[in-house]
């Protein structure tokens, strides 16, 4: 067994772990980044790459996610264009009076929020995106709505935190942490154990696991996503879209098993179009069904009625990181020292990649982070902490 050692280990090579390598090393801190099979191996790589402000609740939540947006910028400046961020604009389609009521509350909250969107009549949604259908009645607009390549994204954070001094090692799952007094000392592959300080678990779905090695109790549910993709097209769609079920879903499960879903929908800039998605406990199982992929194009092509003649070339499926109360977990863990949280970001991870990045890595540094960690600590679930 080889014997190592590092100043912070960080537990899956997902947009998370990457984004907290990018951050830390531009502060001079060069982390072990640990990935049991490659970097975006999971959700990271199996998901839409909407930067949505629209989906966030007002609060804590919206708050965080308009700090990580604003960090895009800089990232697609740092990152360059191979990150294929692009500031779109998103609309939130809303099909009955029912949602208009409830999206128009949402919107009087988030505009009170700081987030700048307006409702728009159906008419204007057909002219800024012609080939939306009359059964939409209006949509919300939110010009800071926006899109990235998630893939791209976290291979280009990984790589300019490897030029910055992060190490990376692929294809070795954590399998051990060694603590001894409360604190972490050490964690464990197949092949070395390397001794370390500080432990970051950004393993996602997986956060439980490398929990439980600590000893530590993490509240995180695979929710499984399955999505379409089509044959690339010539430009045809101009925004990031979403159907306002789709947002209530996020936060009601029951409308989520009900069928009543909503869709998202983009084009990536390689010319496919990402249609998603479903969202279901059905634990680590990250195959697609006949029944969610019909479920999934039958909420869509109402709205979208031409894209019924699109070939659709793929289908996969990514698992959210789930929280019971739609917050990621983030910071460090009172019961054992050295060892942080930074997962649970369910379907905002890539918009809340940066964010989360800069905090996690504040806090290592001994810095304040923009946002106080505390709302988003382990203990805020009273039960959650192994006894
Ligand atoms: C269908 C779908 C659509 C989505 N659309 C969006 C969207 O439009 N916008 C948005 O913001 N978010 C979206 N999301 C959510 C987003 O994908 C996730 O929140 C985000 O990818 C989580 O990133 P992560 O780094 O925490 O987890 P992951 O990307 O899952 O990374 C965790 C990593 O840890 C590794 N790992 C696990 N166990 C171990 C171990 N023992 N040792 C070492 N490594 C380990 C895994 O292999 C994995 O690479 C979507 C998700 C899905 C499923």
Do not use: W
Not at 45 to 64: I, N, R, T, W, Y
Not at 85 to 96: K, T
Not at 279 to 304: H, K
Not at 348 to 368: F, N, R, V, Y
């Amino acid at each position: 067994m080889n014997e190592t050692a590092a100043d912070v280990a960080i537990v899956g090579a997902g947009v998370i772990g990457a984004a907290i390598a990018f951050y830390l090393t531009r502060r001079g801190i060069r982390p072990l980044v640990i990935e049991k099979e490659d970097p975006a191996a999971g959700s990271s790589g199996a998901c839409d790459g909407l930067v949505f402000l629209q989906s966030k609740k007002p609060g804590l939540h919206l708050e965080l996610a308009i700090e990580s947006r604003r960090r895009f910028e800089e990232l697609a400046q740092v990152l360059g264009p191979e990150i294929e961020f692009r500031p779109s604009g998103g609309l939130c389609l809303i099909e009955n009076e029912d949602e208009l009521a409830a999206l128009g509350r949402s919107i009087a909250a988030q505009r009170a929020g700081g987030l700048p969107v307006e409702l728009i009549a159906g008419e204007e949604v057909r002219r800024l995106e012609p080939l939306v259908s009359e059964r939409i009645l209006a949509a919300g607009f939110s010009p800071l709505d926006a899109q990235v390549n998630p893939y791209a994204l976290t291979f280009a954070l990984l790589r300019a935190a490897r030029a910055g001094g992060a190490r990376l090692l692929g294809g070795e799952p954590v399998v051990g942490i060694e603590t001894a007094a409360g604190r972490v000392r050490a964690v464990r592959t197949p092949r070395r154990r390397i001794a370390v300080p500080i432990v970051v678990n950004a393993a996602g779905a997986h956060a439980p696991e490398i929990g439980r090695l600590a000893g530590v109790e993490v509240p995180i549910t695979p929710r499984r996503g399955q999505l379409l993709v089509t044959a690339a097209r010539p430009p045809l769609l101009r925004h990031g879209l979403i159907s306002a079920r789709y947002i209530a879903a996020k936060f009601n499960p029951e409308l989520a098993r009900s069928g009543e879903m909503g869709f998202s929908l983009e084009q990536a800039e390689s010319g496919n179009l990402l249609i998603g998605s479903t969202r279901e406990f059905a634990g680590y199982d990250r195959r697609t069904s006949f029944e969610g992929i019909r479920a999934v194009a039958r909420r869509v092509l109402p709205v979208f009625p031409a894209l019924a003649s699109l070939p659709v070339i793929r289908t996969f499926a990514g698992l959210r990181p789930y929280t019971p109360d739609g917050l990621p977990i983030l910071g460090p863990v009172a019961s054992m020292e050295g060892f942080l949280m930074a997962a649970g970001h369910e379907g905002d991870g890539i918009a809340l990649s940066a964010i989360t990045g800069e905090m996690l890595a504040a806090h290592i540094a001994g810095d304040s982070p923009r946002f106080p960690l505390e709302p988003f600590r382990l203990e805020r679930f009273s039960t959650a902490e192994a006894a």
